[in-house]
């Protein structure tokens, strides 16, 4: 029979592996077969793990904490993201270069989670990234959408600035939805209801189920992005200035706003 394997997170002190304790500290060995009795239920009673390494990072940091590969011997609840089983054994502790490996679709990374390549941030998309979640290259800022700026939500190129679209910028603009102008500034923009709602489920390019890559289009992320969102953010989002329908759906693919 195959195993079933699983990865889970653990912090380390003179003692040894123990989990984030909630009173006191459970410590853990390699090699070593744990089990708990009663009834298993996230967060309260269970050996807890992911299916997927890049989950583990939700809860530790998985290249300063210590990431094992286990096997689940018990029953098992889930949530989707993190599970919890009434028997494990904790079979070997990954080396950083096997987390790496595990936890990005590029090569030459030192973050994680990253689909590009020879990135020292996390979640990038481009390439040579030293900062996070950049879809462009050679940022050393966040969230640029453009190349070679050293700011952060760029989607631009060369600024050094924040929040510009345009080339050597060093001031904020106003920003413009839906093709016309507005009063708001990107920082008021990104301290706005709209913005909260807009990102209040990931837009998620690749996923793992059951330990198996899956690649989405932009559209088809969108479609299963907006699906999560709550009706209330939803309503927040249709509520932006100058909101249009059909410039949405032309930007996302997502016809009905409704469901």
Sequence with gaps: MSKTIGYKGFKKDIKGLYCQPKQTKTYYKVGKIYEVEGELSLCNNGF??????????????????????????GDVVTDGTK???????????????????????????????????????NYNSGNYNSGNRNS????????????????DWN??????????SGF???????????????????????????????VSEPLLLTDYIDDTLITYDYKEACQIWWNKLTDEN??????????????FEKITGIKNLLK
């Design 234 to 247: 939803k309503k927040i989002i249709r509520s932006m200035p100058n909101f249009d329908t059909k410039i």
């Design 155 to 164: 989607s631009g190129n060369w600024n050094s600035g924040d929040w510009n």
């Design 83 to 121: 599970s919890c089983t009434n028997k494990i054994k904790i079979l070997k502790k990954l080396t950083k270069q096997q987390v790496l490996e595990l936890s990005n679709i590029g090569y030459d990374n030192t973050g994680v989670q990253n689909s590009g390549n020879c990135n020292s941030g």
């Design 168 to 198: 050597f910028n060093t001031d904020e603009p106003t920003i413009r939805l839906f093709n016309n102008d507005t009063e708001m500034k990107h920082s008021e923009f990104y301290d706005s209801k709209y913005y909260a709602a807009l």
């Design 136 to 151: 462009g290259n050679r940022n050393s800022g966040d969230r640029n959408s453009g190349n070679r700026n050293s700011g």
């Design 48 to 73: 807890h793990f992911c299916s997927s390494i890049n989950c583990v990072h939700d809860y530790y940091h998985i290249l300063n904490d210590v990431v094992c590969e286990v096997e689940i011997l």
